[in-house]
């Protein structure tokens, strides 16, 4: 299985680089994990967009979502062989309006996943997780037919069950939006506890995404490597390819 980078911040994009998303391979299996802004143009860097197998939504905030539709855009109006007659893409239905908009004729069909429920794409098996965020949100567990797993936390407060959830993952992908320290409501976790679902988690390595813009990323990196010093951790860069095998 194969991660690539597309975006990391988190709420709006910068001048060089956008908000978040990850392109997972799979043997021949092309998945785009959210779809945030800037990231289609970062995937038609690297993959022509038509041969996406499926698109998989953790949640519709804007910057997980805003380059939804310009590739509904681009299924609809670029000519050229497809790897799927119209592209799946994958969120669930307890936001209905939102839901709804996936759907573009002959272009996009939005598919509800059931978050009980094992979702089935290609090679890959999903498992979800409600996570702690303003709107229905879901932490997702990816698994090859050789039993390699990635775990995404999308946005989402901390809570120990994300720790079970992550469960001796491969990679473990985190929402890391604050340094130590920060006060008041948070929907997002900090670095150490970040680390802290890792170490509870027994996960093999640890990337942290969903950054913020105006904090130094190598302090939030030292504060989490504080935590965990035994687990490989590293920063979300764009174009940052992870082979997990």
């Given at each position: ?13 910068t ?15 092309r ?25 998989l ?6 910057d ?91 946005d ?81 860069q ?8």
């Amino acid at each position: 299985m194969k991660l690539t980078v597309l975006g990391y911040y988190g709420g709006y994009p910068t001048a060089t680089a956008g908000t978040t998303g990850f392109l997972i391979e799979e043997q021949d299996y092309r998945l785009l994990l959210d779809c945030g802004s800037g990231v289609l143009s970062q995937l038609e860097q690297r993959l022509d967009p038509l041969q996406l197998n499926a698109v998989l939504l953790t949640h519709y905030h804007h910057d997980h979502i805003a380059d939804v539709g310009v590739l509904q855009y681009y299924w609809q109006l670029h000519q050229g062989p497809r790897r799927e007659a119209v592209l799946p893409i994958y969120g669930n239905t307890e936001d209905p309006l939102n839901f709804a908009s996936l759907t573009w004729a002959q272009a996009t069909s939005g598919q509800a996943y059931d978050p009980a429920e094992t979702l089935r794409l290609g090679p890959l098996s999903v498992t979800f997780l409600r996570t702690i965020h303003p709107v229905p949100t879901y932490a997702v567990r990816i698994e090859n037919e050789e039993n390699k797993v990635l775990v995404f936390t999308a946005d989402s407060a901390y809570f120990p069950e994300l720790g079970q959830f992550a469960h001796k993952a491969d990679l473990l992908i985190t929402d890391t939006n604050f340094v130590n320290g920060k006060t008041g409501r948070l929907w997002h976790m900090t670095a150490s506890q970040s680390a802290q679902v890792a170490l509870s988690g027994q996960v093999q390595r640890l990337l942290l995404s969903h950054l913020p813009q105006q904090i130094d990323h190598q302090r939030l990196l030292h504060e989490a490597q504080a935590v965990a010093p035994t687990i490989p951790i590293t920063l979300a860069q764009t174009g940052k390819i992870i082979e997990i095998n």
